[in-house]
């Protein structure tokens, strides 16, 4: 089975988790970092979990998942060891058109959830098609100690210099910008010269 990879704005979109174990707690954790608005269906709860749902920042309802529970919701997360309720959840998944992912289960999945890396606002995904998650995260963790925190600077700066330079018309080549966000302007970063660096790169970018 092949998936297609794609990052999606959820913020604000409502989900659902089935399941409130550590495994949930870790689905609903990223959701909320991302703005969505979650509801998480199960009889308990971690005490973080828990904790959310005290703080209103997560609707729970506290009983076991039932046909009908994903009318309204646009995603769709199980986190249980429950066969049974990954493929309930998936039938009616496939039958509302609410995407469904189902944690280690991807015969019951619409889509995955990769291994991810944050700095900043630059993301780095690892996915192996559902095959070997363990996989995923050593691979995400050997990139940790390559992108540093650093990136997190460099992504900022590239996006500030990318918006004023197209609000002056200016549309730098691919290649133009290759070449520009190298070694010279990583270095600057690296000494901490962020105003010397965001001026090096407009300049080696005609701005």
């Not at 249980?80 to 280690?104: H, I, S």
Request: hydrophobic share 40%.
């Amino acid at each position: 089975m092949g998936y297609y990879p794609i990052f999606l704005n959820i913020e604000g979109r409502r989900c659902v988790v089935i399941g409130g174990g550590p495994v949930a707690e870790r689905k609903v954790e990223g959701l909320l970092q991302d703005g969505a608005r979650v509801t998480v269906i199960s009889p308990s709860l971690t005490r973080c979990l828990e904790s959310w749902a005290n703080e209103e920042k997560i609707r729970h309802l506290a009983r076991d998942y039932r046909e009908g529970d994903l009318a309204d919701y646009q995603l769709a997360f199980v986190a249980t060891d429950d066969d049974g309720v990954n493929a309930a959840v998936a039938r009616e998944g496939r039958e509302r058109g609410v995407w469904v992912n189902a944690a280690d289960d991807p015969a019951h999945c619409d889509f995955i959830l990769p291994s991810v890396l944050r700095r900043g606002e630059l993301v780095v995904a690892v996915a192996t098609g559902g095959s070997s998650p363990a996989l995923s995260r050593v691979i995400r963790e050997e990139l940790e100690s390559y992108f540093s925190e650093d990136y997190a600077t460099l992504a900022a700066i590239a996006a500030e210099v990318r918006r004023e330079l197209k609000d002056r018309s200016v549309n730098p080549k691919a290649e133009d910008w290759r070449q520009a966000l190298g070694n010279g302007l990583r270095r600057l970063i690296a000494a901490g010269k962020q105003g010397e660096a965001k001026a090096y790169l407009l300049k080696r970018l005609g701005g």
